[in-house]
């Protein structure tokens, strides 16, 4: 199948079930056309800015032009008091307008046409978490809408060997959504490898890539294959390509293109069959609008977007989350009151991955089973923000200094053996080693006191 032919199954609507995301054809002047998926509840922004889901290189279009999201029914578009003004069918729009399938969205001179919704097998009664197993064994639980459409999508597209372009902030679950594209696609009994473009050394990147033949470098005491190599016949996902040098991408659009590669110090084609799954918190685009990343090579890489919503986008499904965390780690902990307002509340920067540290800094200071919000990191919980006057910042240095005060009380009346002085404190050993670098305090070496 040719990497870059148009699956027609991406944009059908005619199946039945209940809609579950909108199909975006961008039209712009120059570049060849794209699709942008956006899934029920999630919305994406078009304009000049580096920043946006569809950045568009066109000196009439303002730097956040409008903002297109799917409500499950229709495409709304809204304008963002832009320059040049926002048109659906000829019209300019003020505030937002729905736009129904087959209709034409003009942004400067790029026409978005509105596709026909696609549609899942899922039933639109189903509210509850849907939960997944992927190939790594961990677990995927989407609750919000947005999520919850995105993963029906992303099975719809594991039926191709359409490539995907997963875009999203760090730390959101770009991997999950590769993982999940070859769980569900005929790939599955093959491999799944993950290579991550931004930690390859320059020196080697193309060696762990493609592979070498023996003696084709200093050390190359045999031959080894490359991750294409051990990926043939499965998926590969290339985490952070927008991290790879030049060279390195001319010969990824080599391989992608010939379906063919050569080791390092070799002469001899190797045919691979291999499904790309590229992955990126970047705009390719401007890079590629900045000679940083070749328009060739995003192409091949793009046949359609896939963009994971960030963990603020999705609010229903942060509580869920954290109670698998908990479930994964045993021993019965449980979210205390008021804990599940306070993960709700935070806007969560570092996405799901954030949420799993924090849940696991308040297993570590939690005297029982029982997780508070003061156990929270105290970004999450808001101590970060400046006081509105000196009264609260002074209450929590007294706090701090009481509790640093007692902690040292507790390691001086047990020889600072720290299973002692935590179980006099009443808390883990873990909590109280926390809370011991949280104050500067290190160990001291105590002969005759050990652990």
């Not at 001086?412 to 500067?440: C, V």
Request: aromatic share 4%; hydrophobic share 40%.
């Amino acid at each position: 199948m040719d990497p870059l032919r148009t699956d027609t199954s991406v944009l059908d609507g005619s199946q039945p079930g209940s809609a579950t995301s909108a199909r975006l054809l961008v039209e712009e002047t120059g570049r060849p056309p794209r699709v942008v998926v956006v899934p029920i509840g999630a919305e994406v922004r078009v304009g000049r800015s580096a920043t946006v889901e569809v950045s568009l290189d066109d000196t009439r279009v303002s730097r956040e032009h409008a903002v297109i999201r799917f409500d499950g029914r229709s495409v709304l578009v809204r304008d963002e008091a832009s320059s040049n003004g926002t048109f659906v069918d000829g019209a300019r729009i003020t505030g937002t307008r729905a736009a129904e399938a087959g209709a034409v969205i003009m942004i400067g001179s790029t026409r978005i046409v509105v596709v026909a919704s696609s549609r899942d097998s899922v039933r639109p009664e189903t509210h509850g978490p849907v939960v997944g197993t992927v190939a790594s064994g961990s677990d995927v639980v989407a609750v919000d809408p947005a999520m919850v459409s995105l993963l029906a999508l992303v099975r719809r597209l594991a039926a191709s060997d359409l490539p995907v372009l997963v875009q999203g902030e760090t730390g959101s679950g770009k991997e999950v959504v590769a993982r999940l594209l070859h769980r569900h696609s005929r790939r599955a009994g093959r491999s799944f490898l993950g290579v991550n473009c931004a930690a390859l050394p320059e020196s080697l990147a193309e060696s762990e890539l493609f592979g070498h033949e023996r003696g084709s470098f200093t050390g190359a005491d045999a031959r080894k294959g490359g991750v294409f190599e051990r990926a043939d016949g499965g998926t590969l996902l290339l985490d952070e390509v927008g991290e790879l040098s030049p060279p390195n991408q001319a010969r990824l659009l080599r391989v992608l293109q010939e379906r063919t590669l050569t080791r390092v110090g070799g002469t001899r084609a190797v045919p691979v069959d291999v499904r790309v799954v590229a992955a990126t918190n970047r705009d390719l685009l401007v890079d590629v609008a900045k000679g940083r990343f070749r328009e060739d090579l995003y192409f091949r890489l793009n046949g359609v977007t896939v963009a994971v919503p960030p963990l603020r986008s999705r609010p229903r499904d942060i509580v869920p989350m954290a109670e698998r965390v908990l479930a994964e780690r045993g021993g019965g902990w449980h979210l205390g009151q008021g804990v599940a307002a306070v993960l709700q509340s935070y806007r969560w920067p570092g996405n799901v991955r954030e949420l799993r540290n924090a849940i696991e800094c308040a297993i570590a200071l939690a005297e029982g089973s029982e997780l508070r919000v003061e156990h929270l990191p105290p970004a999450v919980r808001g101590d970060a923000e400046p006081a509105t006057s000196d009264e609260p910042s002074g209450l929590r240095t007294k706090v701090d200094d009481l509790e640093r005060r007692s902690i040292l009380a507790a390691l001086d009346a047990a020889g600072w053996n720290q299973s002692r002085a935590a179980q006099n404190l009443g808390i883990s050993r873990r909590g109280l080693i926390y809370k011991m670098e949280r104050h500067g305090l290190k160990p001291r070496p105590v002969s005759g006191h050990g652990e």
